[in-house]
């Protein structure tokens, strides 16, 4: 499985690394990775089961810069909205799944690029909006790290802070999906084989994105965001477009 899989394996680790440097967590990337190799409903186990190791490295290695305010009131809602669009996406084929992912996250990279000079403004009914946006974003289609960077974003944190909020609250989304996927049938054997490099490759990843990110300066770091989503949706869109010929 490793040497069938080594590609894979490569792309996911460049994958966390970004992910950890742009503050979205990985699965933005991972996702379209992944379906270059899986099937859509077995990508969103993987994704949801990987991320709770790599947030679990972000936890560890960004602990002192955590918001809790903003982890309560941007978590709970974005955990509560996960098991929803968990719940609802085994009620879609797939095929429309691959799709829609593909337009959220090309809908997502022309509004950081327009607006990435703005920001929402910063109160409690963008946080709970936010957080329930990303959350059935996240459940519904595997990836809504890009929404709640957004919110985020508003909040002017540092980066450090900005990674260890993020983290905590993808925690409580990605081990809520996992359950409802595991209900789903999405996580079996398969995801076993493949976990133990997925381990070392979420800490391994996170380890160097953190060394990285002290040679990044703190306004580039949104056009670092911008890009590592604009080259998610692009290679999300022609993997589909060919797939469907």
Known sequence: MIEKYYIFYILAFFAEILGTISGFGSSILFVPISSLFFDFHLILGITAVFHVFSNASKMVLFRDGIDKTIVLKLGIPAVSFVIL????????PQGQMELLLSIVLIALSVYL???????????????IAG???????????????AIRGIVLA???????????TS???????????????YLNGY?????????????????????IGKKLLKY?????????VIGVVITTSLVQLVNYLVGSN
């Open 85 to 92: 669009g968990a719940w609802m996406n085994k009620l879609f």
């Open 113 to 127: 690029l327009i607006y990435s000079t703005k920001s929402l403004e910063q109160n409690n009914r963008n946080l």
């Open 131 to 145: 957080g329930a946006a990303s959350g059935f974003v996240a459940g519904f289609v595997g990836t809504g790290g």
């Open 154 to 164: 508003a909040f002017n944190l540092e980066k450090n802070v900005f990674i260890s």
């Open 167 to 181: 983290a905590f609250i993808d925690m409580g989304v990605d081990s809520s999906r996992a359950v409802v996927y």
């Open 187 to 207: 996580i079996g054997k398969e995801i076993l084989v493949l976990l133990p490099a997925l381990i070392v490759i979420s800490i391994t990843g996170t380890w």
């Open 216 to 224: 990044i300066p703190q306004k580039q770091f949104i056009w670092l």
